[in-house]
């Protein structure tokens, strides 16, 4: 594994979660392949524009996001990579209470055109609730 591979791909990663911070659809979908595939918890998104509209909608419905990038690990394999990520996220919606997310990310990247993008990105929330972390926790148990 190259370590100018790792790194793009880290930066790769922090730019997905800066373009969440500013709820900024044009940097955020530049993270990914146009034929990329996002499995939103079991919810299975093919294809740059359903990806980016998901988003959109999705998004819209918080007044406030704050996604922060935890441990990860990456191997890569010539212009092929896979990663695994945990993030933290605080959410304020427009409706409702405030809460916090703990979840995980298995992605799968390609070089394309010169830079690492997402091909395809798997999300489990492990934890949703209050920050006191009194919600319902389910346990990341891969391959189980």
Same mark, same amino acid.
């Given at each position: 594994?190259? +370590?100018?591979?790792?790194?793009? #791909?880290?930066?790769?990663?922090?730019?997905?979660?800066?373009?969440?911070?500013?709820?900024?659809?044009?940097?955020? #979908?530049?993270?990914?392949?146009?034929?990329?595939?996002?499995?939103?918890?079991?919810? %299975?998104? !093919?294809?740059?524009?359903?990806?980016?509209? +998901?988003?959109?909608?999705? &998004?819209?419905?918080?007044?406030?996001? %704050?996604?922060?990038?935890?441990?990860?690990? #990456?191997?890569?394999?010539?212009?092929?990579?896979?990663?695994?990520?945990? #993030?933290?996220?605080?959410?304020?919606?427009?409706?409702?209470?405030?809460? &916090?997310?703990?979840?995980?990310?298995?992605?799968?990247?390609?070089? !394309?055109?010169?830079?690492? %993008?997402? +091909?395809?990105?798997?999300?489990?929330?492990?934890?949703?609730?209050?920050?006191?972390?009194?919600?319902?926790?389910?346990?990341?148990?891969?391959?189980?």
């Amino acid at each position: 594994m190259s +370590t100018l591979d790792e790194l793009a #791909i880290r930066d790769l990663n922090a730019r997905y979660i800066d373009a969440v911070n500013r709820f900024n659809a044009e940097d955020w #979908i530049a993270t990914w392949s146009p034929t990329a595939t996002w499995d939103l918890m079991g919810h %299975v998104v !093919e294809g740059g524009e359903a990806i980016l509209a +998901t988003w959109q909608g999705a &998004m819209g419905g918080f007044d406030m996001v %704050v996604m922060m990038l935890n441990s990860g690990t #990456i191997q890569v394999s010539g212009e092929q990579a896979t990663g695994r990520w945990y #993030i933290t996220e605080h959410l304020v919606p427009g409706e409702g209470d405030a809460n &916090m997310t703990l979840g995980v990310y298995n992605d799968e990247y390609a070089l !394309e055109e010169g830079r690492w %993008v997402f +091909t395809r990105r798997t999300y489990q929330v492990i934890y949703q609730g209050p920050p006191d972390l009194s919600g319902n926790y389910m346990p990341y148990r891969p391959g189980a």
